[in-house]
């Protein structure tokens, strides 16, 4: 995971802006926002309704992956608990 997380501070600017909002000034972090912001909107001028969409598709994708595992990581717990009693009483 923290490979992944340092991968993500090399993408060029996007990267850098992260960066310097984790490590740098305190107000960086009020920046980046507004940085995020700004190019919310113009990504929405430029492209128009359907970037809009697609944002909206992929916020939804994401949410419902991240149930789909903190559901099943629930259930795997559970489930181990059952095979350590099943575990314990066959013995």
Do not use: C, E
């Not at 789909?68 to 066959?90: E, N, P, Q, Y």
């Amino acid at each position: 995971m923290r490979t992944a997380a340092r991968a993500v501070l090399h993408v060029p600017l996007f990267g850098w802006l992260l960066r310097d909002a984790i490590y740098g000034l305190p107000d960086a972090k009020y920046f980046f926002i507004a940085n995020l912001i700004f190019a919310f909107g113009y990504l929405t001028y430029f492209f128009g309704y359907a970037f809009i969409i697609i944002y909206a598709l992929t916020a939804t994708a994401l949410a419902l992956t991240a149930l789909v595992i903190l559901t099943a990581s629930d259930l795997l717990a559970t489930m181990a608990k059952r095979r350590a009693a099943r575990l314990a009483r066959g013995r």
